[in-house]
């Protein structure tokens, strides 16, 4: 069954870090392109970030460049999300999905939830 | 970056035809992908690379679009299609990947 599985969410001050983790299973996870990709209550779908599937590129949103880095553990079948400097304005249910190759994110998780707060 | 443009709302009757529209110039460059989203769940690919369906999606999901804009067509709308609705493509800069804001479907 092909599934991906977040965690490592939580209530973290401002200013704070967290590092968010994506299991991956049934399906070769090192062939595939992989996205995070956040929604704030009650908000729309906002991508974050981007790593492809060797982890030689990596691309950010501008609203997190700086702040939030993307890696991966081909070994594990793992994705990461390391997040720095957290603000009020990140707090949202994050996501992993993946990159079909046809540019379409046809795998998502059920993400995990990042309140930013004091 | 890049933006994508939908209507917030849209209404449609049970067993009528509605059309969701998304708008943007990166459209121009890099194909549309629809997805749908239910309260409390993961999005879901519906349409991808502007007219293609998955396996496993109902045939009444259909796509298209020309220019800087981009379609989703459900034909014989159920009262399960009741759903918030994205598009999203890649920008122009191939950097960065956008969602326009969704459009809430009603099945009345």
């Known amino acids: 069954q092909v599934q991906l599985v977040e965690s490592g969410g939580g209530v973290v001050q401002p200013g704070g870090s967290l590092r968010l983790s994506c299991a991956a299973s049934?399906?070769?996870?090192?062939?595939?392109?992989m996205h995070w990709v956040r929604q704030a209550p009650g908000k729309g779908l906002e991508w974050v970030a981007f790593?492809?599937?060797?982890?030689?590129?990596?691309y950010f949103a501008d609203s997190v460049k700086g702040r939030f880095t993307i890696s991966r553990d081909n070994s594990k079948n793992t994705l990461y999300l390391q997040m720095n400097s957290l603000r009020a304005e990140d707090t949202a249910v994050y996501s992993c999905?993946?990159?079909?190759?046809?540019?379409?994110?046809?795998?998502w998780g059920q993400g995990t939830l990042v309140t930013v707060s004091s | 970056s890049s933006m994508l443009t939908q209507d917030p709302a849209v209404s449609v009757a049970l067993g009528q035809t509605v059309r969701i529209t998304c708008q943007g110039d990166?459209?121009?460059?890099?194909?549309a992908h629809w997805y749908q989203q239910k309260p409390g769940q993961a999005p879901i690919l519906l349409i991808y690379v502007k007219d293609n369906r998955p396996s496993g999606i109902p045939d009444r999901f259909s796509g298209s679009g020309s220019g800087n804009t981009a379609s989703l067509t459900i034909t014989g709308a159920q009262a399960e299609d009741e759903a918030d609705y994205y598009c999203h493509s890649r920008d122009t800069d191939g950097n960065h990947w956008v969602f326009g804001g969704g459009t809430k479907l009603t099945v009345l």
């Open positions: 990166i459209l121009r460059s890099y194909y």
């Open positions: 999905a993946r990159d079909s190759t046809r540019g379409a994110f046809d795998i």
């Open positions: 790593i492809q599937y060797d982890g030689s590129s990596k």
């Open positions: 049934g399906f070769s996870f090192s062939s595939y392109d």
